[in-house]
């Protein structure tokens, strides 16, 4: 069966592209509790179980294994379609008023929260905000982001305002250095309750720092592509950065390798030329 292109990756060498070491994962907080949400009913609470027996160690460990601690059910029921966008408003003003990190807060010119449709099937989460983003207060408006667009409607026929973007960061790294550990750990409550509260189909992560963050691994993108995860409830694909395409064009060919196989599960075909 002849394999369909996206119009901006299409004719791309097929060279292997050197992996940089990954970092290690930030230690994740507990999760907090979504405003406005008390009159929604949970679900009735599973029963205590007994301790398990630990397993015994083994030499080496399946990829798989890395997961477990991120299929932790969500606790609270699905958020209604229609109270979605003013609980994002609430949490978009918390995130506005945080100085956890007092030298981002001190340097940005704003907070970047999000962009897209609260009812979107599908989620893409990057890195932090980079000069274009902090100026204009929205995620993936530079050149990667121009990419990314790219990706969403030549690649995938959506528009971008059906999707919902978010960062691990909300603040500029200064220089765009990557997000620190204690800058991720202080930021991920913020990006659990987006997460909570969008509750997408499907997650796209989007970089080594979104993959380790999230997955809470260190093992390397070339091992995590190409095969599914699961992050609480939800399918999640992991893909090059786009800004890590503009410095390596030949690994295009396999974000969109990443991306074909995102459709399928979505049912989507990719648009005619």
């Known amino acids: 069966m002849r394999q369909s292109n996206p119009p901006d990756i299409r004719e ?43 397993a015994p160690k083994v030499a080496a460990m399946p990829v798989a294994s890395f997961f477990d601690q991120s299929r932790v059910p969500f606790e609270n029921p699905v958020v209604p379609p229609d109270r979605r966008p003013e609980l994002l408003r609430v949490l978009a003003e918390e995130v506005a008023a945080c ?12 907070t970047v929260f999000q962009s897209g449709t609260p009812s979107a099937r599908l989620m893409f989460i990057g890195e932090a905000p980079g000069a274009d983003e902090d100026r204009l207060g929205e995620p993936f408006v530079g050149r990667a982001g121009q990419l990314l667009t790219d990706i969403v409607s030549k690649g995938m026929g959506l528009d971008r ?8 960061l909300k603040c500029r790294p200064p220089e765009n250095r990557n997000p620190l550990p204690d800058e991720m750990a202080n930021c991920r409550g913020f990006l659990d309750r987006q997460i909570e509260i969008v509750r997408p189909e499907f997650l796209c992560l989007l970089g ?66």
């Open 99 to 110: 100085t956890r990190c007092p030298h981002l807060a001190a340097t940005r010119t704003q």
């Open 161 to 168: 305002s059906e999707i919902y973007i978010a960062n691990i």
């Open 208 to 273: 080594k720092v979104a993959v380790g963050a999230i997955l809470q691994t260190s093992v390397p993108m070339k091992t995590l592509r190409q095969r599914w995860h699961r992050y609480r409830e939800i399918p999640t694909i992991v893909t090059w950065h786009p800004a890590y395409l503009l410095r390596n064009p030949p690994a295009k060919k396999e974000t969109w390798e990443d991306i074909k196989m995102l459709m399928a599960e979505m049912g989507l075909k990719p648009p005619k030329s």
């Open 12 to 54: 791309i060498a097929t060279r292997e592209i050197a992996t940089p070491n990954e970092p290690s994962a930030p230690e994740i907080g507990q999760e907090a509790a979504l405003p406005g949400m008390a009159d929604i009913k949970p679900k009735p609470a599973v029963p205590n179980r007994p301790k398990a027996t630990p």
